[in-house]
């Protein structure tokens, strides 16, 4: 199984908003709606940020959302804040009752 | 609140069979959901390596699976990982976590993590 396509960085100022992908296939992404979101900041285990495509855990900012279009999905992180700065992955369920990753996007806030 | 904490030898020869536990607290491991094992080389992406049931089902990774063994240990509460065969490519920080049953509850993620352990595969 191949790993999930991720932009390797991207970048935003306080309070703009920026949009991570999370590219797969069919197999993945584009045939079940079980993608999830984590951050990781240096040092720390990730924290799950979104699941099933597009709801929030309890405790997550508002400011944190997901979508899905065909075999791609989507975080968007609105207002953003210094705090956001941090490593973010996406994960699938597959086909073939697996679970992979995407490489991982690196945000910075400039 | 449920904790996971790994727990094993932070250095393993090349060759040998490298061997992680996952202690959880807070929580019972046959409580419905899947626990998984995911590692991350230093400055690379997460990879997950697989997922046990408290029944003992399991998913492992394709690409793991000749040399991937999990198995748990319901009156320990712990789960365990063993992979085979290690070279530098294993070389990673492990992490262990919970994960809903997919089929039952109808969601998925990983919500809960240990803190990781470094394995460095060297002789």
């Known amino acids: 199984q191949s790993a999930l396509t991720q932009p390797a960085s991207v970048s935003g100022s306080p309070g703009q908003s920026i949009t991570i992908s999370c590219t797969g296939t069919?197999?993945?992404?584009?045939?079940?709606?079980?993608v999830s979101w984590y951050q990781q900041h240096p040092g720390k285990a990730p924290k799950l940020m979104i699941y099933?495509?597009?709801k929030r855990p309890s405790g997550v900012s508002n400011r944190f959302s997901g979508s899905k279009s065909g075999n791609t999905a989507s975080l968007t992180i609105s207002g953003l804040q210094a705090e956001d700065e941090a490593d973010y992955y996406c994960?699938?369920?597959?086909?073939?009752?697996?679970?992979?990753f995407g490489g991982g996007t690196k945000l910075t806030v400039v | 609140q449920v904790q996971l904490q790994e727990s094993g030898p932070g250095l393993v020869k090349p060759s040998e069979t490298l061997t992680l536990t996952c202690a959880v607290s807070?929580?019972?491991?046959?409580?419905?959901?899947?626990w998984g094992w995911i590692r991350q080389p230093p400055g690379k992406g997460l990879e997950w390596i697989g997922s046990?049931?408290?029944?003992?089902?399991?998913y492992y990774n394709p690409s793991l699976k000749s040399r991937v063994t999990i198995s748990v240990d319901t009156s320990r509460n712990e789960f365990s990982l063993r992979l085979s065969s290690v070279t530098a490519a294993d070389t990673a920080v492990y992490y262990c976590?919970?994960?809903?049953?997919?089929?039952?509850?109808?969601?998925?993620?990983?919500?809960?993590w240990g803190q990781g352990t470094l394995v460095t595969v060297s002789s």
């Open positions: 807070g929580y019972s491991i046959s409580s419905g959901f899947y």
């Open positions: 099933d495509v597009s």
């Open positions: 976590a919970r994960q809903p049953n997919l089929v039952v509850a109808g969601t998925d993620y990983f919500d809960d």
């Open positions: 069919s197999s993945d992404v584009g045939g079940y709606n079980y």
């Open positions: 046990i049931y408290h029944s003992g089902n399991t």
């Open positions: 994960s699938s369920y597959t086909s073939s009752s697996n679970w992979v």
